[in-house]
């Protein structure tokens, strides 16, 4: 039995499989290679058509569509910038135009006694937040740190937009997240927009505050400082995104253990799919590695071998 094991784990994981990204090739080879094992057991096929797979559609993140630019102050005047190499829609976001006074509000956090926005009037306007959350409150804060909880709680608080920044954080990932990596199930109501760190760096130059991110970082990850400050400029956006739709397919098969069908089934399941090269987000690699092949031998292929 480990020996078997083994060898389905190994065969799913292997580069042949590319990873079984959901839609992409290398999940179609594996649902094919599963529906074939289960043919093999005699196991009759429950999804469509006769057939043991049953299609659905998913939402793999969004794509640019219509108008994109961010108006940005520069030391010689506004710059206009076109997404991709200074800044990024995210996923998340919805589409529209806003022109705003833009806050600061640290990592823009407002839980218990930890407070990003304390004394400060975000209604109507951009904020612009940390990445993360400060070090010593892992364990009460790491809820709030994903990029999608900032945005709900800026929301919250009557802001227009939201701007994201790493500001140098080793703890998340690249400066720049494309449209196409999906970093919430659904969209938030509300503009979202990351940022690199050189542009952030020179809007605080532009706004004629200390452009020393690092610095910056340091001293709300130490919880030196905690609630942010208003900047002395405006951003304007134009965002404009589709939902990017792709299909997968789930592999469906029936044991009948009596003369006909019994109207009660037991379901014994796991996920064959996993992330393929990372393109679509997921992944916890560094570097050059986020875009390499995932093998996914524990997830989920352990799981689909024990089915097995």
């Known amino acids: 039995a480990l020996s078997e094991l083994e060898k389905f784990v190994s065969t799913l994981a292997s580069d042949q499989f590319e990873g079984r990204g959901t839609g992409d090739p290398g999940e179609r080879m594996a649902t094919e ?3 074939t094992f289960l043919e093999g057991l005699g196991l009759e096929p429950e999804g469509e ?3 043991f797979f049953q299609p659905f559609e998913f939402r793999a993140g969004m794509e640019l569509e219509g108008e994109n630019s961010l108006t940005v102050p520069g030391p010689d005047g506004d710059r206009k910038l076109a997404p991709g190499e200074e800044y990024q829609p995210l996923s998340i976001s919805t589409s529209g135009e806003v022109d705003a006074e833009v806050v600061f509000v640290g990592f823009g956090i407002d839980h218990e006694d930890y407070n990003s926005f304390d004394g400060l009037d975000v209604k109507g306007k951009w904020v612009l937040a940390l990445r993360g959350n400060p070090v010593g409150r892992n364990e009460n804060l790491r809820r709030f740190a994903p990029l999608v909880q900032k945005a709900r709680m800026a929301q919250e608080k009557g802001a227009v937009g939201i701007l994201f920044v790493k500001a140098e954080n080793a703890e998340v990932g690249p400066e720049l ?3 196409g990596i999906s970093i919430g199930s659904v969209r938030e109501p509300l503009p979202s927009i990351v940022l690199t760190d050189e542009l952030a760096a020179m809007l605080f130059e532009a706004g004629g505050f200390d452009s020393n991110l690092k ?8 919880e030196e400082k905690t609630t942010g400050f208003p900047l002395s400029f405006r951003i304007q956006a134009e965002i404009g995104l589709a939902e990017d739709m792709n299909a997968g397919r789930n592999v469906l098969g029936r044991l009948i253990v009596g003369e006909e069908p019994s109207e009660e089934v037991v379901i014994v399941g796991g996920h064959i799919d996993h992330i393929g090269f ?8 560094e570097g050059d590695a986020a875009e390499a092949l995932h093998p996914g031998a524990d997830d989920n292929a352990s799981g689909i071998a024990a089915i097995m």
């Open 49 to 51: 058509n006769e057939t």
């Open 215 to 222: 610095t910056l970082f340091d001293s709300y990850n130490q």
């Open 177 to 179: 997240i494309p449209p």
């Open 33 to 35: 290679y599963f529906a």
């Open 278 to 285: 990372g393109n679509r987000g997921g992944s916890r690699a």
